[in-house]
């Protein structure tokens, strides 16, 4: 049986879906068997962003009931699952969000640990995501608004139920970096796991389609989301020091280095 966790924020662009494939993909170098699943039906940028773009069954397929969920799981980095949502407006209208809960079993029984990228915001369509999740991961950044959404994506998670496992503070640094975390532990009434900073090497391995954790191993971000997986396995984590500046990292991190900055 898999341990559940949802990957949930308020408002978009807070950094759920860099979350769910960098702390799927260390779980999955650690030895785990993991799989991530694009709930953001719309959205859908989960499979895009792990190089999986035209594949012919996704989520939306298996929730329009035309597919099952077993022929929608796709290999991704390390051994990595991965269930895309389509990329089609017709597949995301045909796919009904209420039938999540019945196509989760087989990943449930197949895996140790599912990953579920939640839709932004409070809809009808993240009720179930929130639902089935064991615990439910808060995405938020160091922002006014975006704790304010996290509240109420908390207030949600109580109501159906589930637990907060914790905060993910994503981009951090990113706001003057005088945030006082217990300020935010207390409001949003859970700990923060991890504080992952603000890092341009986030932007530019997505922009390779691999996750900063294999693109940038030693990276802040990298480091941080590493640090999280192992704090959810309760196994020990030894951080890696940092890149030296000029230190030969490879043809094309350069050419990157060179258009990216
Ligand atoms: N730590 C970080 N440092 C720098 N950029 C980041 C970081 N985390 C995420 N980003 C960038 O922020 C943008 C939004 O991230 P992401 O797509 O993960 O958010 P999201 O919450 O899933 O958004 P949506 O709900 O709209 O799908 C992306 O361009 C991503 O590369």
Redesign the pocket.
């Known amino acids: 049986m898999a341990k559940v966790y949802t990957i949930a924020?308020g408002k978009?662009?807070?950094?759920?879906?860099?979350?769910t494939i960098n702390l799927g993909t260390s779980l999955a170098q650690m030895g785990h068997r993991t799989t991530v699943l694009d709930a953001?039906l719309g959205?859908a940028?989960l499979g895009l962003l792990l190089g999986l773009e035209e594949e012919p069954v996704t989520l939306h397929e298996v929730l329009s009931g035309d597919q099952r969920i077993k022929n929608a799981v796709y290999e991704g980095p390390e051994g990595l699952q991965v269930v895309p949502a389509g990329l089609t407006l017709e597949g995301f209208q045909k796919a009904d969000p209420e039938k999540l809960q019945d196509a989760l079993s087989y990943i449930i029984d197949n895996t140790e640990y599912l990953l579920i990228?939640a839709p932004?915001g409070l809809s009808k369509d993240s009720v179930i995501p929130l639902a089935v999740a064991d615990e439910v991961l808060l995405?938020v950044n160091p922002e006014l608004s975006s704790m304010a959404d996290g509240l109420k994506t908390r207030v949600m998670t109580d109501k159906v139920g589930s637990d907060v496992g914790g905060i993910v503070l994503?981009?951090a640094g990113s706001a003057g970096d005088d945030l006082d975390v217990s300020r935010v532990e207390d409001l949003l009434e859970a700990e923060v796991l991890v504080s992952?900073?603000?890092?341009?090497e986030?932007?530019r391995s997505?922009s390779y389609k691999k996750p900063v954790v294999l693109h940038s191993p030693n990276s802040p971000?990298s480091q941080a989301y590493k640090k999280l997986a192992h704090k959810l396995t309760d196994e020990e984590f030894v951080e890696e020091a940092p890149a030296q500046e000029g230190e030969d990292d490879g043809f094309v991190n350069k050419m990157a280095k060179a258009i990216f900055g």
Do not use: H, I, L, Q
């Not at 978009?12 to 979350?19: C, E, I, Q, V």
């Open positions: 924020s978009g662009g807070t950094g759920k879906t860099t979350t953001d959205m940028n990228d932004a995405v994503t981009r992952v900073p603000e890092d341009a986030v932007r997505a971000a």
